[in-house]
């Protein structure tokens, strides 16, 4: 079973959307849908061989679905593990006696055993690089000097910094890890680098430690130690002691922070640093689906300062977020603001303007790349410019407006392309196959759907008029691409009852006579209905419940 298990594919049977019931239904509403759909597909109702064949098909896959989800032990493990689960022969996954939550309990066994042969595989890898551009030419210029100079006439700009680091992890077991890390700096032509060891242990679900060894050619030897320990549901604090060695001596440093959550969405923390450049830190932070509050003031030598910042997120899919922040203090102030955006999948683009005093003027660009982040400080003037201000804003948003129409947009919906292509062959068979059953269903249907429209018609109650399912375009910037529904027009007036349609959240392509027409795409049902003589329209996503007739999909003859 664990091998089964190791692919993470789900099958295409849903056994729930198959009799049309919620997650929860009880026994009761289980067997009257089990009991209906039987009535419509049983073969001896069906004197046509063809139609008997497909009957006798669809009456055993609605019979199978009935058999495990009437069963507690069977449809637990279906809940779980989907149909797989139920293809091992010889109930290997749990034994036949065990209750749903002992089951439950085996699967979440199985799981960490999973975890743990995945973490012996993973590394993972994180980076940073950053590249400094003194850009300060471009407005800090002196006229006398470019006329002494060959080529003066273009501003001079170069890489005067550059940081590269790396780390990765080696799980040794599920408690230990074992981190290896090193870094390589230059600024201004001098340089050095810096390699690092380190062994981390959980010690509890409450807790960890880390031993860590350093060694580098701008600060010697390192030796540290590091904890973090939960001391309550809503209190946690962290500790770590270093020594640096060096010619000048041995240089020690203490660092500890506590942490509280003061409430769902709010952080404090007080933070106590002690060695080269003691300090004392306090900060509150408060985190919500829209906003990201920080405030902190530090005390310490040399650094002393208060900072407010605020980020507003946006509800869109490509999480765009706008930020700014205030920091004021014996070295002088600095505004910033920025934005950032998501570009694909995997990759996040920032930017940031910095306007300080006595620093001048910078623009910060961030590209966050899966666990690697490219960092790209560009000074552009030591003085408070109005044209570098302008320049630095209005630049990387002109740039970056041009490049997503020219090139993200594009490669963006070209990757999408080609994943929903591959998810059509990959699925081709399997959705030739539902599309058959669908077309039987159908068939079988026929006469049903007769009687329930003349029982209907003659108490004034619910006929499907139209009915279609699948990708609906509507968006006129998006007409050359075709719309791919299918007629469920049948299957759904066969599951009309008493003048009710009831649909529960599940998919509905796997509901008696549909199938899924565009594969990996959002679909919706759209339904022309009519109830008392009166006409009614509605439309429904893929996985909504619907329940219909309704007074609000009424169609008003008047407008």
Same mark, same amino acid.
Request: aromatic content about 8%; some cysteine.
């Given at each position: ?11 295409? !049977? ?29 073969? !001896? ?13 669809? *009456? ?24 797989? /689960?139920? !293809? ?14 002992e089951i439950r309990e085996e699967f979440e066994r199985l799981q960490r055993e999973r975890e743990e042969?995945?973490?012996?595989? &993973? ?5 940073? %690089? ?8 471009? *407005? ?10 060959? +080529? +003066? ?14 780390? %990765? ?22 340089g050095g680098g810096n390699i690092n060891v380190a062994l981390r242990r959980v010690t509890s679900a ?17 030796? =540290? ?22 010619? $000048? ?18 952080? =404090?923390?007080?933070?106590? &640093? ?39 997120? *946006? ?16 070295? +002088?102030?600095?505004?910033?603001? +920025?934005?950032?955006?998501? %570009?694909? $999948? ?66 963006? &919906? ?46 004034? /109650? ?21 719309? $791919? ?27 008696? =006579? ?17 109830? $008392? ?27």
């Amino acid at each position: 079973m664990a091998a089964a298990l190791e692919e993470d594919e789900i099958d295409n !049977d849903d056994y729930y959307s198959l009799l049309n019931v919620r997650r929860e239904a009880t026994q009761e509403e289980l067997k009257a849908s089990y009991r209906r759909l039987c009535m419509l597909y049983h073969p !001896d109702k069906h004197r046509d061989p063809d139609l008997k064949r497909q009957a006798e098909q669809l *009456f055993n896959l609605v019979h199978q679905a009935y058999e495990v989800l009437s069963d507690p032990q069977s449809r637990a493990i279906y809940d779980i593990y989907g149909k797989r /689960g139920l !293809d091992v022969e010889g109930w290997e996954v749990v034994e036949r006696k065990r209750t749903p939550a002992e089951i439950r309990e085996e699967f979440e066994r199985l799981q960490r055993e999973r975890e743990e042969r995945r973490l012996q595989q &993973r590394t993972n890898p994180k980076g940073t %690089i950053s590249v400094g551009v003194d850009a300060t030419d471009l *407005f800090d210029r002196y006229e006398e000097d470019y006329e002494e100079m060959s +080529g +003066g006439g273009l501003p001079h700009i170069e890489i005067n910094k550059m940081h590269i680091s790396q780390s %990765i992890e080696a799980p040794l077991t599920t408690s230990d890890t074992a981190i290896l890390s090193g870094s390589l700096s230059t600024h201004n032509g001098n340089g050095g680098g810096n390699i690092n060891v380190a062994l981390r242990r959980v010690t509890s679900a409450k807790g960890w430690g880390e031993v860590e060894l350093g060694a580098g050619d701008t600060h010697g030897p390192l030796l =540290g130690l590091k904890m973090f320990r939960n001391l309550t549901p809503r209190c946690f604090m962290t500790a770590q002691c270093a020594m640096q060695f060096s010619s $000048r001596g041995v240089r020690p440093g203490v660092v500890t922070m506590l942490a509280r959550h003061l409430d769902k969405n709010t952080m =404090g923390y007080l933070q106590w &640093r002690w060695g080269t450049q003691s300090s004392m830190n306090t900060s509150i932070v408060r985190d919500t689906k829209t906003s990201h509050f920080t405030f902190a003031v530090q005390l310490g030598v040399p650094h002393t300062f208060i900072m407010m910042s605020y980020q507003y997120k *946006f509800q869109d899919d490509d999480q765009t977020k706008v930020k700014g922040s205030v920091k004021s203090g014996f070295f +002088g102030t600095v505004v910033e603001y +920025g934005a950032e955006t998501k %570009i694909s $999948r995997h990759s996040v683009l920032g930017a940031t303007v910095s306007i300080g005093v006595p620093q001048g003027v910078s623009l910060k660009i961030k590209l966050n790349r899966a666990s690697q982040t490219y960092f790209f400080p560009i000074h552009l003037t030591d003085q408070l410019l109005p044209s570098a201000v302008f320049y630095a804003t209005v630049g990387p948003l002109v740039f970056f407006l041009a490049i997503q129409r020219l090139v993200i947009k594009p490669y963006v &919906r070209a990757q999408k392309e080609q994943e929903l292509e591959k998810q059509r062959e990959n699925t081709a068979s399997d959705i030739a196959k539902k599309k058959q059953e669908a077309e039987s269903a159908v068939l079988l249907m026929q006469e049903s759907v007769r009687r329930i429209i003349e029982a209907e018609e003659s108490r004034m /109650g619910l006929i499907i008029l139209n009915a279609w399912y699948g990708k609906f375009v509507t968006d006129n910037s998006r007409k050359h691409e075709r719309a $791919r529904v299918i007629d469920v027009t049948v299957p759904l007036q066969c599951l009309v009852k008493d003048s009710k349609l009831i649909l529960t959240e599940a998919s509905k392509c796997g509901l008696p =006579g549909f199938y899924d027409p565009c594969v990996g795409e959002e679909k919706s049902l759209k339904l022309l209905y009519q109830f $008392r003589g009166v006409m009614h329209q509605v439309v429904a996503g893929d996985t909504e419940a619907l329940r219909i007739p309704k007074q609000s999909h009424r169609i008003d003859n008047d407008t």
